[in-house]
């Protein structure tokens, strides 16, 4: 497959990059001395790896992680070379104590550099209860609003991007979305404090949302508010998720099978991962083209892609077949290729399994989309930088940080499953 336009994309930054460097070298160096960058220096920049990161251990977000544990998860993705993380909310203490355990950081290691995509939960009118989509929940709304501008305010030195909304404006999230103008509402609230020096002026406003909700799919989506919304945000955060879709749209991942049963099991498994990634990268083209086609210019970045590990339910061994350790490992490999090589940040799903997204049932999927598990032993992904030392010393809990399956690839590949034929 060829991404012309991408690649002229990053062409074009690097060359502006130059510029940019040429006239401002003093500013540039001083920024790299204080770790104080803007998202439009690390958003596209291969040297900065994004990530999601929640942090949590048990089967309830009431048991908050401390600080303390925070900091031993920042270490551990620090030295796997992530300086950018997503969180999601701000209706508990969470996020603020993210912000607090890198400023520590910062205080205690020279050169420790991290940023933060502060996320905010917008919601529709009676959430959960009954929903109406024509309004949104005005008191919660609100809140988060306030709580963003006052750690923005607090942060300016680590939080460089104001997400409003996780996939607040999808319509299968039927319990809670709302229409793109309540978006809207929002984003040119923040990016009129900006123009009024009530919130950093280099701050980046976006919203995070599946590729359909920005125009890359279903018609439905196409209206006067989203091109306004394309407008006024700063770049476009779009969610992809193959993983999910080889069982809700799954001709790429079977047809990917097909005339291979003369293949190894290797050999078969590594096609259907590279048709997952052809399909996460033509969901990306598909907005990056809907944009253009409305005149409009704009960066356009990945937040959220990732594939499980484990699975009872869908993608396991009745469905599917797509969850396992050789899979997330390849997919994350071959993401993490692509954007690299087209100047695109991709906010990986995710640094850590968090038990508490389906606590009833513990081999949900959606359980055990982490790089590293509860207990902090690395999946097969991290296995190569474990054997390279980059966790040499590093605890989760104390604890230190081990290969899974005894590090012996064998009994992980045993494992694996082909997805099914047709």
């Known amino acids: ?49 994004a990530i999601s990161y929640g942090g949590y251990r ?56 991290m940023y933060v995509m502060l996320g905010l939960w917008i919601e529709c009118e009676n959430a959960r209860l009954s929903p109406n989509h024509g309004a949104e929940d005005t008191a919660v709304n609100s809140a988060e609003i306030e709580r963003a501008i006052t ?4 942060y300016p030195d ?18 809670y979305f709302v229409l793109p103008s309540v978006i809207l509402k929002w984003v040119n609230h923040l990016q009129k404090l900006k123009w009024e020096d009530k919130l950093p002026s280099e701050l980046w406003i976006t919203s995070s949302d599946n590729f359909a909700s920005w125009g890359g799919g279903d018609a439905a989506y196409h209206n006067e508010d989203l091109t306004a ?3 006024a945000v700063d770049y476009i955060s779009l969610h992809t998720y193959p993983f999910h879709d080889t069982h809700y749209s799954g001709s790429f991942w079977v047809d990917s099978q097909k005339n291979t049963a003369h293949l190894e099991t290797k050999a078969r498994v590594e096609l259907a ?21 409305l005149g409009i210019e704009k960066p356009i970045h990945i937040g959220e892609t990732g594939w499980a590990t484990v699975s009872s339910d869908l993608y396991g ?41 389906d606590a ?6 959606e359980n055990h989309f982490g790089l590293i598990d509860v207990g902090g032993t690395l999946k097969y992904a991290l296995w190569k930088s474990f054997d390279q030392g980059v966790f040499e010393g590093l605890t989760r809990d104390g604890i230190p940080l081990k290969k899974s399956f005894n590090g012996t690839f064998e009994e992980m590949f045993n494992t694996v499953n082909c997805p099914k034929q047709e």
Not at 2 to 28: A, I, P, Q, W
Not at 85 to 110: C, F, H
Not at 360 to 365: F, R, T, W
Request: with cysteine; proline share 3%; charged share 20%.
């Open 1 to 49: 497959m060829k991404y012309s336009k991408s690649l002229l994309r990053l062409l074009l930054m690097f060359t502006l990059g130059l510029g940019v460097g040429s006239c401002n070298e003093k500013h540039m160096n001083e920024n790299h001395i204080n770790n104080n960058k803007s998202a439009g220096e690390f958003l596209g920049h291969p040297g900065y790896k």
């Open 58 to 113: 048990t089967l309830t977000r009431e048991d908050q992680p401390s600080i303390a544990q925070i900091k031993e998860d920042l270490k551990i993705l620090s030295a796997l070379g992530v300086k950018v993380i997503r969180t999601y909310n701000l209706q508990l203490d969470q996020a603020p104590n993210i912000l607090k355990a890198i400023r520590a950081l910062k205080s205690e290691e020279v050169g420790f550099e």
């Open 151 to 154: 750690y923005a305010n607090q």
């Open 158 to 175: 680590i939080v460089k991007i104001i997400a409003v909304g996780n996939e607040a404006m999808v319509h299968w999230q039927a319990n």
């Open 229 to 231: 919304l394309i407008k």
């Open 273 to 293: 991962v590279q048709s997952a990634v052809d399909y996460a990268v033509s969901q990306y083209q598909s907005v990056e083209n809907y944009v253009e086609g």
């Open 317 to 357: 061994p009745a469905g599917t077949q797509a969850a396992d350790e050789y899979k997330q490992a390849l997919y994350y490999q071959k993401m993490s290729d692509w954007t690299s090589a087209n100047g695109v940040s991709c906010f990986y799903f995710e640094a850590f399994d968090e038990p508490w997204k």
């Open 360 to 365: 009833a049932h513990p081999l949900g999927s």
